[in-house]
């Protein structure tokens, strides 16, 4: 019996620790929307959350060479097995939180991340955020990545919309969100 393709992973990068995030609501509202699109036909990507952000060490440029430490070996494996990545990282004190830019930080010096496809939704309030993606884009062109900006959003997600099982109970973002993992898979597909 002939097996089907696997579908593409896009992997789903939070930039907060904190508990119960909306940032990571929203990744987890990804990850689902991604896996009922994959129940149907057609299916289009599977999405896997990134979980290891609070284990990677300081970014030590000494350190950045093998063999590498664990936690930055696997996030560096996780983004080369992946076909593409979303993040969604708040902003804190005009950028990004320091742990997400430790995290970009280690990918620096790994060539990983170049010429994927990269996207971000920003889950802010309206007027707010606006220096975590400039710092985001930044960063992500030293690393060579290959930004989407058809996928970088905006999709202001309130509290009250996260459900019991932490994902965005709101039809319109859970379209919306289709639609970025859409043309994510779509870039992906794209790239040599």
């Not at 400039?134 to 690393?143: D, E, F, I």
């Not at 969100?177 to 597909?189: D, N, S, T």
Request: hydrophobic letters at 45%; one cysteine or more; proline letters at 8%.
């Amino acid at each position: 019996m002939p097996t089907s393709p696997a579908l593409p992973v896009i992997l789903l990068l939070s930039g907060s620790l904190r508990a119960g995030s909306v940032n990571e609501a929203v990744l987890r509202t990804a990850e689902s929307v991604a896996a009922q699109s994959a129940a149907g036909a057609p299916a289009s990507v599977t999405a896997v959350r990134y979980e290891g952000l609070g284990d990677l060490p300081h970014f030590n440029p000494d350190e950045d060479t093998d063999p590498l430490p664990a936690p930055v070996a696997a996030l560096r494996g996780a983004i080369a097995g992946a076909a593409a990545l979303l993040v969604c990282a708040p902003e804190y004190a005009g950028t990004l939180p320091g742990s997400f830019k430790n995290l970009l930080d280690w990918t620096v010096g790994g060539s990983e991340i170049s010429g994927k496809p990269v996207a971000w939704v920003n889950a802010a309030a309206p007027g707010r955020g606006g220096g975590a993606e400039a710092t985001l884009r930044t960063v992500l062109g030293y690393t060579g990545a290959a930004v989407v900006d058809a996928a970088c959003v905006r999709i202001p997600v309130d509290r009250g919309t996260v459900g019991a099982d932490g994902t965005v109970t709101d039809p319109a973002v859970r379209a919306r969100l289709a639609e970025v993992l859409g043309l994510l898979a779509g870039a992906a597909r794209d790239t040599p």
